[in-house]
Each structure stands twice: as C-alpha cells, then as structure tokens.
C-alpha cells in the first residue's frame, strides 16, 4: 500500500510539473532572468502550491501517524548552518546554469533526451560525491578523537 | 510577459502542492526530490521502496501523457556537455549540502515555515537570478 501510494504521489507531482510548464528548462530560465523577458510562472507555480501544502501539512500535523505508515518523517533540524547556505547556494548556480532542478531532471529522462540523461548522471554523481567526502570527514574526526584521546 | 501562463501553473502548482500533501498524510514521508533521489544512492539507506516507487510515477506521468496525446516538448538543454555536467554536480552535490532543492526547501520546508528552508530557497533563487543574469546578460551578452 505504501508503494502504490508513493508511485500514485509521483503521478500526481509529474503532472503538476508537466502541467505547470516548470519541466522545460527554457521556461524556468524565464523566471529567473528577471533582466530579460521576465517570465513569472514559476512564481505561481510557488504560490499555488503553498496554498494547498500549507493547509495541508497544518492537518497532516494534527494526526498522529500516516495512514500507511507507523510513523511520519517531519524534518528535525532547526537553525541556519554552513552545510545549508553553501550548498543551496551551489545547487542555485548549477540551477541557473541549465534550468533544472531534481525534479524536472527526472521526469525529463522520460523524453531518452542524451543532454538531461548526462545532467542526471552528473547530479547522481555529484549526490555520491557528496556522501563519501561526508563519510570520509566523519572517519578523520573520528580517528583523531581516538588519536587524541591516546595521546 | 508574453511567455506568462498564469492558469496553467496555478493548476500544476496546485496538484505539486496536493502531492506533498498526500505523500505526507499517507505515507509520512517529505516531498523532496532531491532527498527521495539521494536515498536511493545511499547503500546504508534501507528505505528504498516508496522512493523507487514516487520516482517512477514522476517519470511515468509524461509517458501516460503521451498516451491520452498530451506530449511532453523535448527538453531544450544547453549546447555544451561541459555546462550540463558541471550543472548536474552542482545540483547534486549542492541539495545533498544544502538538504534539499526547490520542492523539499521549496515547497514543504516553506509550507511548514521552517527557518532553515526559507533561507535555502531565498539562497538559491537569488543565486540561480544573478547565474542567469551572468550567463545571459555578462558573458552572453
């Protein structure tokens, strides 16, 4: 039920991207070049989506647990940090350079485009990238904690 | 403003919005892609079902489009493959840092106004304008 559920969820999400324009990258650029021929459809496509989630997610908040699920994963994290600043801002550069973002790379690889299926290959690589330098700086502060302490 | 398509994007906003809404009363789980996405390439993550199962209906909704004869248009991507790999590293490497993009930070994160998300998606729009306007208007010119 859980995985009907999710693949049911991302139908929907592909459809409102599909409907919405946002899977073209041209049409993403034209927002963003607010110094051109300023496009602000993925301004309305922000706000109409805020409508639906906020309510939303206030009446997700007040019941226990998913319908499917034992437990419901809210994010934790509170406060501003490093991590979060630096990498929003490197993925606002690869985002500005081509017009895609994660999502719309994905559905996109439904059109076999060779140019998206090298953007996705590159941003799964970059994902990977990502997750062995975490794991490896974890290592080296772990071992000069043991180091330190045996010394 | 002649590319402006204001009822169309209210309609898909509005079902991009229902989905995280479903996603997390049905299932518990956040609405971002690139956190679904990135859990997939963790081989400590065991939690793959639902994920494998969102992303392919997000890659299944154009497919069933083509069906009833409504078409996605080919994506129009740059020339260089040198801008589309360093693109994609970015984007990849820059949501996992940052813990989200446009639909985690964007769209949940903003929704349930965290502090955190409303920073990462002023961050990376403003970064992603002044990339285009470099891009277009500097170096393109």
């Known amino acids: ?151 | 403003m002649v590319n402006f398509t204001p009822i169309s994007a209210a309609i898909g906003g509005g079902l991009i919005g229902l989905s995280a809404v479903l996603l997390m009363l049905l299932t518990g789980r956040i609405a971002g892609i690139s956190g679904i996405f990135g859990g997939l390439l963790d081989p400590g993550n065991n939690d793959k079902g639902w994920r494998v199962a969102f992303i392919t209906g997000l890659i299944l909704a154009p497919v069933i489009s083509g069906w009833i004869g409504y078409a996605m248009p080919t994506p129009k991507m740059p020339a260089s493959w040198t801008v589309i790999i360093a693109a994609g590293l970015l984007v990849g490497f820059g949501t996992r840092l940052g813990g989200g993009c446009t639909s985690g930070h964007g769209i949940c994160g903003v929704a349930r106004l965290s502090d955190r998300s409303i920073a990462a998606t002023v961050i990376f729009m403003l970064v992603a304008i002044v990339t285009v306007a470099v891009t277009r208007h500097v170096v393109g010119g």
């Open chain 1, 1 to 151: 039920m859980l995985t009907i559920a999710s693949l049911f969820c991302g139908l929907i999400f592909g459809a409102g991207l599909l409907i919405s324009g946002m899977v073209q990258p041209t049409k993403v650029l034209g927002f963003l070049d607010i110094f051109g021929a300023w496009d602000p459809s993925l301004a309305v496509v922000m706000i109409a989506a805020l409508a639906v989630s906020i309510p939303g997610f206030m009446l997700a908040k007040h019941h226990a647990r998913p319908f499917l699920a034992t437990q419901s994963f809210w994010p934790t994290k509170i406060g501003l940090d490093r991590s979060l600043v630096i990498g929003s801002a490197l993925f606002g550069v690869g985002w500005g350079l081509v017009g895609l973002c994660p999502g719309p790379a994905l559905e996109n690889l439904a059109t076999l485009s060779p140019g998206v299926i090298a953007f996705v290959v590159a941003m799964s690589a970059g994902m990977v990238l990502h997750d062995f330098w975490q794991r490896s700086r974890l290592t080296i502060r772990r071992e000069a904690a043991l180091t330190s302490t045996d010394g």
